[in-house]
């Protein structure tokens, strides 16, 4: 996108030059993990930590604690009986599935962060995109790859996180943010490459990394293996349906991403319609 310097663009370009000169020298403060999540994590990560240990660090923040019963509890994950206790939801869904979970929870928070009146309704619409872009993203990996389908639910979580910073930034520039059409221009044009800056700072596996620096890329094309960008691609532009500016179903075909997974449209719909329960269990899940 290409500022020009009229009067009524001045403040647009002004705003871009802001927000990226600010971050990149550290002066706009990006979205963090908690601790507490980067210490899950990171002991999830290692083969050595044991389901008593990891429990324990997860018990030192009560509200995660609460969340991961909670979820643990749900339809999607919920076995013969009802879990009580946090070392027992680690034991059964196992560490890779606890620390997705976790990052799902700080996500969702990050996103229901008090903020003005002003940009309610914008972070609004942005966070019911991202639920919706989240459970088509489980649906679609675990029906159609061999992807892990909570993985790719987290994926669809954080596509926009680059939109946080923007929507919060904007707060500073009213004459902005009381245009829409603007909001949505500014946003669309810089979440992807804040949003890959954001999950850098965070550490995030480089599979994750590129989900948020590219699933706007509609030419996208990785090679012939399906990966959880193909995968939020095809949910993002789902989750877009209908909105001007973006790709209609008919074009969907001719989308590298959509053309991986092999399937019809006839087949892709009732994929969806089949799994409306599940994908209305995931979204409620998101927003408790």
Known sequence: MVISNTRKQ?????????????????????????????KVRNAAASPNTTSAQLAQLIALDPALSARLLQVANSPLYRGNSKLSNIQTAVARLGHTLVRNIIASVVVTQLFQTRTSPLLKSHLKATWEHTIKTAAISHVLAQKFTRLAPEQ???AGLIHDIGKLPILSQLEHFPELLEDSETVDRLLQLLHPQIGKV????????????????????????SGPEVDYTDIVVIANMHGHLGEAGYVGFAEWPTVPAYAKLGFNPKQYLAALSDAQQEMLEIQKLLTA
């Open 10 to 38: 001045d403040p647009e370009g002004k705003f871009i030059a802001m927000l990226l000169d600010g971050i990149r020298n550290k002066r706009i403060t990006l979205p963090t993990l908690p601790e507490v999540a980067i």
């Open 152 to 154: 790719a639910m987290l």
């Open 198 to 221: 954001i999950l850098e700072v965070w550490q995030f596996p480089p599979e994750m990394i590129t989900v948020a620096a590219e699933h706007e890329n509609l030419q996208r094309n």
